[in-house]
């Protein structure tokens, strides 16, 4: 892949905040940016940032050293994104034209609808989505908070969706597109579709090793996602073929409830989503993406006791999204950021926040926690790809709320507050003491001394 020459450029431009590293000369090696440090200033006034239209870009240093205008561009793994908001793969993101419209609102980019070699194994049915309100079973008014869907991965022949891949590259060549792939258990059909899907140009490639209900018995999706063993060689057929980033796309779905009981403890230590992550880093992808949906039995209709979504009378269980599996999420992705960050360093992977995005606060708990990205399915669905605009505003505002200029500036600050319990009790019981430690005021009339008679008096005035 040709480095991003403009990208470098949009960089020297200035503005892109006192916490950046110094201007880099970027060098790919296997499809993995790294950088060279090069003496240009980190900002520049005066250059010309490409498309100011674009959400996010915006010069930032004023003149006169006044306060810096939060500046939302990012660069992962190389890729130049105006802003951290990805569409998630997924309804927004199934053809050209709801594609394009991503970019034209602003998107920082677009992750497609999930694509396989023979979409005519795909056969959706309709309906295929269910809500769940707040409030009681049935409510028609309450807010939407949970989403539930048994839609399978793209069922659009490969070869429209390549051509529409291309045409979009061609019109929009500094934006970026990455391509969802999935496969079966088969070295040759995965870097069969690695070769045609990059041939298309497009920036970056997301695993899908996490879609909960698609075709288990064909070994796609979760079911390689949730076994390390599956996933490590899988993982390395397609890094020995990928000559552009890899982000392995992780189920927050990695033990199977009923085995629970029968599989001792060891194993639940050992399935956590951290583990996973390790794996696909080990054999060479660049970065991680979490989480897709949860396996979920959206709910019963109380009428006509049947479950939903109801296709013919049945149903089966599905994906869970939205708002209700923001926390979820945001435990997932605070595991893997944990052994990103301990065991690999975090500079040249990237992590891919997914889950409950509505607002701009969601996305700054994500980024809080090591996301260098945030991605949007379900909330694009509900309130439309305009939402980018909101999410950027809101976003800024958080920025501004603590001075940060960029979003490495506040990337993975929360992460070192986490601990384990033990050493909650430990903190707990020191603060304790030394709260006990500090007297307040005297505890008796014989401790009065000459010296300190006035402090000792105003350490027993209340106002
Ligand atoms: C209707 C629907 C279809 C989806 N299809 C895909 C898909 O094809 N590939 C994929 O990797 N994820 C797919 N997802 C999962 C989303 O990309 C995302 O991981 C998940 O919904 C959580 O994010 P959200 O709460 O923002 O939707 C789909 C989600 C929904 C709701």
Redesign the pocket.
């Known amino acids: 892949m040709a480095p991003p020459v403009s990208s470098s450029l949009l960089h020297a431009a200035g503005g892109v905040g006192v916490s950046l590293p110094t201007e880099e000369l970027q060098l790919c090696r296997r499809g993995r940016w790294q950088s060279l440090p090069l003496p240009l200033p980190r900002r520049h006034p005066g250059i010309p940032v490409r498309n100011s239209a674009l959400c996010g870009l915006r010069a930032s240093a004023t003149s006169d050293g006044g306060a810096v205008e939060p500046d939302l561009r990012v660069r992962v793994n190389g890729l130049d994104m105006p802003n951290p908001f990805v569409i ?4 927004p993101g199934t053809n050209y034209t709801v594609m394009k419209r991503a970019f034209d609102e602003g998107w920082g980019a677009v ?1 497609a ?2 694509v396989s070699l023979e979409a005519s194994k795909v056969v959706n049915v309709t309906p ?2 269910a809500r769940l309100r707040a409030g009681s079973n049935g409510t028609t008014k309450g807010q939407i908070i949970g ?1 539930e ?1 048994i ?4 069922d659009r022949p490969l070869e429209t969706m390549l051509s529409e891949f291309k045409q979009l590259k061609k019109e929009y060549p500094d934006r970026i597109l990455i391509a ?1 792939i ?1 496969e079966e258990y088969n070295k040759a059909a995965w870097q069969e579709l690695i070769e045609r899907v990059e041939e298309t140009g497009v920036d970056a490639f ?1 695993i ?1 090793f ?2 909960p209900h698609g075709m288990p018995e064909r070994k796609m999706g979760a079911a390689v996602g949730q076994d390390c063993a599956l996933l490590e060689e899988v993982c390395g057929w397609i890094n020995e073929k990928a000559t552009i980033p890899v982000w392995a ?1 992780m189920t927050p779905n990695i033990t199977d409830i009923a085995q629970v009981g029968l599989w001792a403890s060891e194993f639940l230590a050992l399935s956590s989503s951290g583990l996973k992550a390790r794996v696909a880093l080990k054999t060479g992808c660049e970065g991680v ?1 979490a ?3 949860i396996m979920s039995v959206m709910g019963i209709d109380l009428k006509t006791l049947r479950p939903e979504p109801c296709v013919e009378g049945y149903s089966t269980p599905g ?1 869970y ?3 209700a ?2 926390p979820i ?1 945001l435990g997932k992705v605070m595991q893997i950021a944990k052994v990103m960050k301990s065991e690999f360093g975090d500079k040249d992977y990237s992590l891919s926040g ?4 509505e607002t701009g606060s969601d996305a700054a708990e994500f980024i809080l926690l090591g996301a260098n990205t945030v ?7 509900m309130h439309g790809y305009g939402l980018v605009k909101k999410l950027c505003t809101e976003l800024k505002d958080f920025m501004r709320m603590h001075n940060f200029s960029s979003v490495e500036d506040f990337r993975g600050a929360s992460l070192p507050y986490f601990t384990t319990h033990t050493d909650l009790v430990r903190r707990q019981q020191e603060a304790i003491r030394q709260r006990k430690a500090v007297k307040k005021g005297l505890q008796s009339d014989k401790d009065w001394t000459g010296d300190g008679f006035v402090k000792e008096t105003e350490s027993m005035v209340s106002n």
Request: hydrophobic content about 35%.
């Open positions: 998630g793969s997924g309804p992750i609808k999930t295929r989505y989403w869907n839609e399978l991965i793209s969802s999935m997301e899908n996490s879609c796309k993406a989480i897709n949906t994906g999204s939205a708002k599996v923001h999420a997914i889950g409950g995005v991605q949007v399915c379900t909330g694009v669905m």
